[in-house]
């Protein structure tokens, strides 16, 4: 996709490359594709939290309806910026007709989406980052060292006790790969455990995804209506012929805005070693 224009103006609207550069970015990002996007233009979001619902009672006709009052709390979500800039000679931009323009600023959304994966998952958290899933007081169950498919469904069962449905696994690749690699029976067996087709691979009938920012040995479990990724509406992809002017080089700018809102952080699931 490209993002960059050779018209008079130099540049293609912003709306279309905000779209562009979130687009790009869910594609390599494993964040957006698990989590439910809220884009906004405000500054900060308020995201009611449900901590008890109103309760319904069997009641006999002509008899008074009990009144019940919901609990909720609000979480204040404010997207944080995250940023990258790289310089390009202007001889090399024009020779090759913004082509190698276009691969850096493709090359940037890439990363972006890559760096909202270690914001969301890593241990320790990027600094500045948004606060992850490492920081949610999570539900943990124990991996038994991944030896068989039983912490995905206990995983379930706990996400389930707590009114959620899992719909993704998310894992490093060494544990992916020992997960994938579980076969029918203790000896001999060829026949995998898990589904593995061109759709991907599903664990227990959730797909499961991978990522290097997860830490090394831990799988979550999340139900993406409970984990949103909070963004800015505008992502900018800009070039400043101004900044490198005695450079004779262009300067371009990525800029995108996120954060994470947890709505039921004990319906997150950790499934890791427990000592």
Do not use: C
């Not at 550069?21 to 990002?29: E, K």
């Not at 439910?36 to 008890?52: C, E, G, M, Q, R």
């Not at 999570?138 to 912490?151: E, I, K, Q």
């Not at 026949?191 to 797909?207: E, F, H, K, N, W």
């Amino acid at each position: 996709m490209a993002i960059s224009s050779t018209n008079s103006t130099g540049f293609l609207p912003p709306d279309y490359v905000a779209s562009a550069v979130w687009a790009l970015a869910t594609d390599q990002s494993v964040a957006l594709q698990v989590t439910d996007l809220y884009k906004t233009s405000a500054h900060t979001v308020h995201i009611p939290v449900i901590n008890a619902t109103s309760q319904a009672n069997w009641i006999g006709e002509l008899q008074p309806i009990t009144e019940s009052t919901p609990t909720w709390d609000e979480l204040q979500i404010t997207p944080l910026k995250l940023a990258a800039l790289t310089r390009v000679s202007r001889e090399v931009a024009l020779d090759s007709s913004m082509s190698a323009v276009n691969a850096v600023m493709n090359g940037m959304a890439v990363d972006l989406g890559r760096k909202l994966d270690a914001a969301l998952f890593a241990n320790p958290a990027p600094v500045g980052a948004p606060a992850g899933l490492p920081s949610a007081v999570s539900t943990v169950v124990d991996s038994n060292g991944f030896a068989n498919l039983d912490p995905f469904l206990q995983a379930q069962s706990e996400a389930a006790e707590l009114g959620a449905t899992l719909s993704a696994f998310i894992t490093d690749p060494a544990t992916a790969l020992k997960v994938r690699s579980l076969k029918v029976g203790t000896t001999g067996s060829n026949q995998y455990l898990i589904d593995i087709s061109a759709q991907g691979v599903t664990v227990a009938g959730v797909p499961l995804y991978v990522s290097p920012s997860v830490e090394a040995g831990t799988a979550w479990g999340i139900d993406r209506s409970r984990v949103i990724t909070v963004a800015s509406e505008l992502a900018e992809l800009d070039i400043s012929e101004d900044s490198a002017f005695n450079l004779n080089a262009l300067d371009i700018r990525g800029i995108l805005r996120a954060a994470f809102a947890i709505t039921s952080e004990a319906s997150v699931v950790k499934i890791v070693e427990v000592v």
